[in-house]
């Protein structure tokens, strides 16, 4: 039986909402060797205003403090209102990662997520403080 995707993965908010402005958002270092380690991680934020100079990317780091820009790790700007920015890393080379947010104008910003995947340990459980349910062919009826 394949298992649900909230034990396959682990979702994490790095960072609150970022009311308009235009200084740099970095994000908080996310561990890939929590909970017994991950694979991969989805880096994602939603950004309020497009405009050119609205520019995300990764950056990792072995400490958690001395970060580096990863390669290649910059998409293309968003040219739609609340458009969301991926950033996908399948084994990156660092322990930490973190979503960095360059806004060239006046810009909001939701919170900032990383989203675990492909935990080296599964299934992963997610725990009460992480507000899950779970449904397996629910059926029809209340809340």
């Given at each position: 039986m394949?298992g649900?995707?909230?034990?396959?993965?682990?979702?994490?908010?790095?960072?609150a909402?970022?009311?308009?402005?235009?200084s740099l958002?970095?994000g908080?270092?996310?561990?890939?060797q929590?909970?017994?380690?991950w694979?991969?991680?989805?880096l994602?934020?939603?950004?309020?205003?497009?405009a050119?100079n609205?520019?995300v990317?990764a950056?990792?780091?072995?400490?958690?403090?001395s970060f580096?820009?990863?390669?290649?790790?910059?998409?293309?700007a968003?040219?739609?209102?609340?458009a969301?920015q991926?950033?996908?890393?399948?084994?990156?080379s660092k322990?930490y990662?973190r979503?960095?947010v360059a806004?060239g104008?006046s810009t909001a910003l939701s919170a900032?997520f990383?989203e675990?995947?492909r935990?080296?340990?599964?299934?992963?459980?997610?725990t009460?403080?992480?507000?899950?349910v779970?449904l397996?062919e629910?059926k029809?009826?209340t809340?």
């Amino acid at each position: 039986m394949q298992g649900l995707l909230s034990e396959e993965t682990k979702l994490i908010q790095t960072d609150a909402l970022t009311a308009a402005g235009t200084s740099l958002i970095s994000g908080t270092g996310v561990d890939m060797q929590a909970d017994g380690g991950w694979d991969g991680v989805r880096l994602f934020v939603s950004v309020g205003t497009p405009a050119a100079n609205n520019i995300v990317h990764a950056e990792e780091s072995a400490d958690n403090s001395s970060f580096a820009d990863i390669a290649a790790s910059e998409p293309a700007a968003v040219d739609t209102d609340d458009a969301v920015q991926r950033i996908d890393i399948f084994r990156p080379s660092k322990r930490y990662v973190r979503l960095v947010v360059a806004r060239g104008t006046s810009t909001a910003l939701s919170a900032l997520f990383a989203e675990l995947y492909r935990p080296r340990t599964p299934p992963y459980a997610p725990t009460a403080d992480h507000n899950v349910v779970k449904l397996v062919e629910p059926k029809a009826g209340t809340k």
